[in-house]
């Protein structure tokens, strides 16, 4: 005869049991880039998406009002999921899949002195990591803060231009909305290197030139033309941009193998007042660069990573 309470104490044994060896982890995102990333041994793929920012430090020789400054600058490149309709990062991408655009985002900071007072300057774009299908940045906001005020720049992507936005304590400058026939940003070719430095104008090109500079300068921010040459030195790769109008040269090291980190970088142009002006050259050399989840890493135990880059 069937022992009814024997098989209905086996058969919640075996459903436990079943349940037991089902993964436990959260479920994955349904972002197809992600299941790319898992499945793929790309060396772009593992190197950007570990959970992890590339953070690189760097001695700044910062020219200021016709003088070299002493200060230190900081690279820190992260992946993000990006809204494409309202640029901003997406805290949910599986909520809007459609709208999720995965990026390569650089926070680009300088600190130095002048004389008395300290300049704090911070640089963001949100560069799409497939530039075949998206091949201009969608954002770039620029900060700057110092003893006299503060300005803040933003550049936002539309259909057939970008939209500047300036707001700033000088009168002269005021608060301005302008728009900018759709081209190349130099902001954007700090990332483009590290994505694919193939993808860097060469020759003569239109190209609206770095909001850092434009805030340094005070200058219109504008459409510029320029000349762009990118040549192979040993394991090095030098990116020369060079504005006849402007009479500015930057130039840009970086290692010719992937993950293509960025050395150095030169900017030349007057600075100073007047008569006085001055041809210098500001200098960002590189010192020290960790991978590092720096969003977790926000307890006094962790000011050490600080000491390891160099900017205690």
Same mark, same amino acid.
């Given at each position: 005869?069937?022992?009814? +309470?024997?098989?209905?104490?086996?058969?919640?044994?075996? @459903?436990?049991?079943?349940?037991?060896?089902?993964?436990?982890?959260?479920?994955?995102? +349904?972002?197809?880039?992600?299941?790319?990333?898992?499945?793929?041994?790309?060396?772009?793929?593992? =190197?950007?998406?570990?959970?992890?920012?590339?953070?690189?430090? =760097?001695?700044?020789?910062?020219?200021? =009002?016709?003088?070299?400054?002493?200060?230190?600058?900081?690279?820190? *490149? %992260?992946?993000?999921?990006?809204? $494409?309709?309202?640029? %901003? $990062?997406?805290?949910?991408?599986?909520?809007?899949?459609?709208?999720?655009?995965? %990026?390569? +985002?650089?926070?680009?900071?300088?600190?130095?002195?002048?004389?008395?007072?300290?300049?704090?300057?911070?640089?963001?774009? @949100?560069?799409?990591?497939?530039?075949?299908?998206?091949?201009?940045?969608?954002? %770039?906001?620029?900060?700057?803060?110092?003893?006299?005020?503060?300005? @803040?720049?933003?550049?936002?992507? &539309?259909?057939?231009?970008?939209?500047?936005?300036?707001?700033?304590?000088?009168?002269?400058? &005021?608060?301005?909305?302008?728009?900018?026939?759709?081209?190349?940003?130099?902001?954007?070719?700090?990332?483009?290197?590290?994505?694919?430095?193939?993808?860097?104008?060469?020759?003569?090109?239109?190209?609206?030139?770095?909001?850092?500079?434009?805030?340094?300068?005070?200058?219109?921010?504008?459409?510029?033309?320029?000349?762009?040459?990118?040549?192979?030195?040993?394991? !090095?790769?030098? *990116?020369?941009?060079?504005?006849?109008?402007?009479?500015?040269?930057?130039?840009?090291? *970086?290692?010719?193998?992937?993950?293509?980190?960025?050395?150095?970088?030169?900017?030349? =142009?007057?600075?100073?007042?007047?008569?006085?002006?001055?041809?210098?050259?500001?200098?960002?050399?590189?010192?020290?660069?960790?991978?590092?989840?720096?969003?977790?890493?926000?307890?006094?135990?962790?000011?050490?990573?600080?000491? !390891?880059? &160099?900017?205690?």
């Amino acid at each position: 005869m069937i022992d009814i +309470k024997k098989i209905l104490s086996l058969s919640l044994l075996l @459903f436990l049991l079943s349940c037991g060896n089902q993964d436990s982890s959260p479920t994955p995102s +349904k972002n197809p880039l992600a299941v790319q990333v898992k499945n793929s041994v790309d060396p772009f793929n593992e =190197y950007w998406y570990q959970g992890k920012a590339e953070i690189t430090s =760097y001695d700044l020789q910062q020219v200021r =009002y016709g003088e070299m400054r002493e200060g230190s600058a900081v690279l820190v *490149f %992260v992946t993000e999921d990006f809204s $494409k309709k309202n640029h %901003v $990062k997406l805290d949910n991408p599986s909520r809007h899949p459609k709208d999720a655009i995965p %990026v390569l +985002k650089l926070n680009m900071t300088r600190k130095f002195n002048t004389g008395i007072y300290p300049y704090s300057m911070m640089m963001s774009s @949100f560069t799409p990591i497939d530039l075949k299908k998206n091949p201009s940045t969608l954002k %770039v906001t620029n900060s700057s803060q110092e003893w006299c005020g503060h300005t @803040f720049m933003q550049l936002n992507l &539309g259909k057939y231009s970008y939209e500047s936005q300036l707001f700033s304590y000088f009168e002269s400058e &005021g608060d301005k909305t302008t728009r900018l026939e759709r081209t190349l940003l130099e902001d954007e070719l700090w990332s483009k290197i590290r994505i694919d430095p193939s993808s860097l104008p060469q020759g003569n090109i239109d190209i609206i030139p770095s909001t850092t500079y434009a805030r340094l300068k005070h200058i219109d921010f504008k459409n510029e033309k320029a000349t762009a040459s990118l040549k192979e030195k040993g394991e !090095e790769m030098h *990116f020369h941009l060079f504005y006849k109008n402007l009479d500015r040269k930057l130039s840009i090291v *970086f290692e010719k193998a992937f993950p293509h980190q960025i050395i150095s970088w030169e900017e030349t =142009y007057k600075s100073g007042f007047g008569s006085s002006a001055k041809t210098m050259t500001t200098k960002g050399m590189r010192k020290k660069s960790i991978l590092l989840d720096y969003w977790s890493r926000n307890g006094n135990e962790d000011a050490h990573y600080r000491k !390891e880059l &160099g900017l205690e």
